[in-house]
């Protein structure tokens, strides 16, 4: 009768090393982040796009993301890898101006190498690589910078002629080394650049979707033919929309106040300010309230919903235009026919999603969701800790499939009694009392009794004894 204890035994041996093999790095959940930069939500709505409906089809499409203001490049883009609002992040804009540092940013120039405008936060791929993981990163706006004293495992530096299928070329060949990332993010310029140039509801605009779709189709296809497509998660998605501007709504702000009074930071739709050492309040009345189509705000007073005031570089007067509108200093400003940046509620400003993979439910299709819980959903596909954040999964819980096997998190420092690891812990301390429970019990009543053989523990046995030899 010890046999029967002896084999209950065994059975909690095997549980034991199953759940350990699921945590060898070779089963990492895969996950590529794709960013095509200003694809509007509805943009797939104007042309088929075969190569978007295959994936909503065996995946999940969520029709409006609400992205964070202000509704631009920059922000948006380090909103999605930190989940954090702009004025957590630290990148409020794609022109900024920091007092303490007395130094601007822009995104076209050399600054954005400087450590110290991203450091306020830590990017996904950062936290993905103190986990333990490796990460891969192609253009992504801050992903050739030094973050919190490390890069991505695998980048590029910033290059806007480099192709499309070189980018994709790169991934794939990172997910597939030997010492293979798991963590992988896109960028591709357009359509922004064709959405501003040409304006959003250009028929012209038909042509550039239609390219975006088969940049994703070629992906899809290099993914396959890497053997990569069945186990890797995949989300399309972007920063922000586009909407149409008109030359008959432009407002010149040298109609209002003299220029020499300030310095513009950060250009339409929503313009910073930064008045002259002790001009704010002749700069702030001349300009509040003087004209319905543009919103002039004292920081202080920015409303609690955009979540965008506490931070230094956001500038002590905010001019944001009307939808549509566009404020320029005089006559010499710029005119795109199309623009973002506005008010992140507005339709127009939000971003389409859609999401494919082992990790996401089949033919799932959802609202509306928050481009701040992006980050917690990701860090749950990846079994990381995500870090302090704006975002929750429990919003986006429901495009994953329940049975999905949450990853095991590494043991870090910050873990705490809510991880996962911890958690992990338990059960198999549960599972180790049951078994040899059952053992005992079992034991006991075989003695009592002097029952006939587990029949079913004899057909068990020669499958265990065979999972042992591993
Ligand atoms: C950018 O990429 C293009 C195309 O690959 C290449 O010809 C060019 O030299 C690159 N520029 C820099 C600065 O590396
Ligand atoms: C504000 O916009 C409205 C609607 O487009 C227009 O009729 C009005 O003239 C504009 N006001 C100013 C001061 O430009
Ligand atoms: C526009 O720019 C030109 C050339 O830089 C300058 O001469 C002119 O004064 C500017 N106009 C205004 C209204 O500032
Ligand atoms: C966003 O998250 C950060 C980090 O946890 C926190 O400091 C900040 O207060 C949050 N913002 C809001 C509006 O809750
Ligand atoms: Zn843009």
């Given at each position: 009768?010890?046999?029967?204890?002896?084999?209950?035994?065994?059975?909690?041996?095997?549980?034991?090393?199953?759940?350990?093999?699921?945590?060898?790095?070779g089963?990492l959940n895969?996950?590529?982040?794709?960013?095509?930069?200003?694809?509007?939500?509805?943009?797939?709505?104007?042309?088929?796009?075969?190569?978007?409906?295959?994936?909503?089809?065996?995946?999940?499409?969520?029709?409006?993301?609400?992205?964070?203001?202000?509704?631009?490049?920059?922000?948006?883009?380090?909103?999605?890898?930190?989940?954090?609002y702009?004025?957590?992040?630290?990148?409020?804009?794609?022109?900024?101006?920091?007092?303490?540092?007395?130094?601007?940013?822009?995104?076209?120039?050399?600054?954005?190498?400087?450590?110290?405008?991203w450091?306020?936060?830590?990017?996904?791929?950062?936290?993905?690589?103190?986990?333990?993981?490796?990460?891969?990163?192609?253009?992504?706006?801050?992903?050739?910078?030094?973050?919190?004293?490390?890069?991505p495992?695998?980048?590029?530096?910033?290059?806007?002629?480099?192709?499309?299928?070189v980018?994709?070329?790169?991934?794939?060949?990172?997910?597939?080394?030997?010492?293979?990332?798991n963590?992988?993010?896109?960028?591709?310029?357009?359509?922004?650049?064709?959405?501003?140039?040409?304006?959003p509801?250009?028929?012209?605009?038909?042509?550039?979707?239609?390219?975006?779709d088969?940049?994703?189709?070629?992906l899809?296809?290099?993914?396959?033919?890497?053997?990569?497509?069945?186990?890797?998660?995949i989300?399309?998605?972007?920063?922000?929309?586009?909407?149409?501007?008109?030359?008959?709504?432009?407002?010149?702000?040298?109609?209002?106040?003299?220029?020499?009074?300030?310095?513009?930071?950060?250009?339409?739709p929503?313009?910073?300010?930064?008045?002259?050492?002790?001009?704010?309040?002749?700069?702030?009345?001349?300009?509040?309230?003087?004209?319905?189509?543009?919103?002039?705000?004292?920081?202080?007073?920015?409303?609690?919903?955009?979540?965008?005031?506490?931070?230094?570089?956001?500038?002590?007067?905010?001019?944001?235009a009307?939808?549509?509108?566009?404020?320029?200093?005089?006559?010499?400003?710029?005119?795109?026919?199309?623009?973002?940046?506005?008010?992140?509620?507005?339709?127009?400003?939000?971003?389409?999603?859609?999401?494919?993979?082992?990790?996401?439910?089949q033919?799932?299709?959802k609202?509306?969701?928050?481009?701040?819980?992006?980050?917690?959903?990701?860090?749950s596909?990846?079994?990381?800790?995500?870090?302090?954040?704006?975002?929750?999964?429990?919003?986006?819980?429901d495009?994953?499939?329940?049975?999905?096997?949450?990853?095991?998190i590494p043991?870090?420092?910050?873990?705490?009694e809510?991880?996962?690891?911890?958690?992990?812990?338990?059960?198999?301390?549960?599972?180790?009392?049951?078994?040899?429970?059952?053992?005992?019990?079992?034991?006991?009543?075989?003695?009592?009794?002097?029952?006939?053989?587990?029949?079913?523990?004899?057909?068990?046995?020669?499958?265990?004894?065979?999972?042992?030899?591993?």
């Amino acid at each position: 009768m010890e046999n029967c204890l002896v084999r209950v035994n065994y059975l909690v041996i095997v549980i034991l090393l199953t759940v350990l093999s699921s945590c060898s790095p070779g089963e990492l959940n895969k996950l590529l982040l794709v960013s095509f930069d200003g694809f509007r939500w509805d943009y797939l709505q104007r042309v088929t796009t075969p190569n978007f409906d295959a994936l909503i089809k065996d995946g999940v499409q969520v029709k409006h993301v609400e992205n964070v203001y202000i509704t631009k490049t920059y922000p948006n883009h380090y909103t999605m890898v930190t989940g954090l609002y702009a004025e957590s992040h630290g990148i409020v804009a794609n022109e900024m101006y920091d007092p303490s540092l007395n130094q601007a940013f822009s995104m076209n120039k050399m600054d954005v190498y400087d450590s110290r405008w991203w450091d306020e936060a830590e990017p996904l791929w950062v936290t993905n690589q103190r986990a333990g993981h490796r990460s891969g990163a192609v253009m992504w706006p801050g992903s050739d910078v030094e973050i919190r004293g490390t890069y991505p495992t695998h980048y590029l530096l910033y290059n806007s002629s480099v192709s499309f299928e070189v980018r994709v070329q790169k991934l794939i060949d990172w997910f597939k080394s030997k010492e293979a990332i798991n963590f992988g993010v896109l960028y591709w310029e357009e359509p922004d650049e064709s959405g501003h140039s040409l304006g959003p509801e250009s028929p012209l605009m038909n042509a550039v979707i239609t390219d975006i779709d088969e940049k994703l189709g070629f992906l899809v296809e290099q993914l396959k033919s890497a053997g990569l497509f069945d186990t890797m998660n995949i989300i399309i998605t972007s920063d922000h929309g586009m909407t149409a501007m008109s030359t008959e709504k432009i407002i010149e702000l040298d109609n209002y106040v003299n220029g020499d009074l300030y310095t513009i930071i950060d250009k339409s739709p929503v313009v910073a300010i930064l008045p002259k050492e002790g001009k704010f309040d002749e700069v702030y009345s001349a300009l509040v309230n003087k004209n319905p189509n543009m919103t002039v705000y004292n920081r202080e007073d920015i409303p609690d919903h955009y979540n965008y005031k506490q931070n230094a570089r956001i500038m002590p007067i905010i001019i944001e235009a009307k939808e549509g509108w566009t404020i320029v200093q005089n006559k010499n400003g710029t005119f795109m026919l199309g623009n973002h940046g506005y008010d992140n509620r507005l339709p127009s400003m939000h971003p389409l999603f859609v999401a494919h993979g082992p990790a996401f439910r089949q033919g799932y299709k959802k609202d509306g969701m928050r481009s701040v819980d992006l980050y917690p959903l990701m860090c749950s596909i990846l079994g990381i800790q995500p870090s302090p954040n704006n975002g929750s999964l429990s919003n986006v819980q429901d495009l994953l499939k329940q049975t999905h096997p949450t990853q095991p998190i590494p043991h870090i420092p910050q873990v705490r009694e809510s991880s996962y690891a911890w958690v992990l812990g338990v059960l198999l301390g549960i599972a180790l009392v049951i078994g040899f429970l059952i053992g005992f019990v079992k034991q006991v009543t075989d003695r009592q009794l002097s029952v006939v053989p587990h029949t079913n523990l004899e057909i068990v046995q020669p499958l265990l004894q065979a999972d042992l030899h591993l």
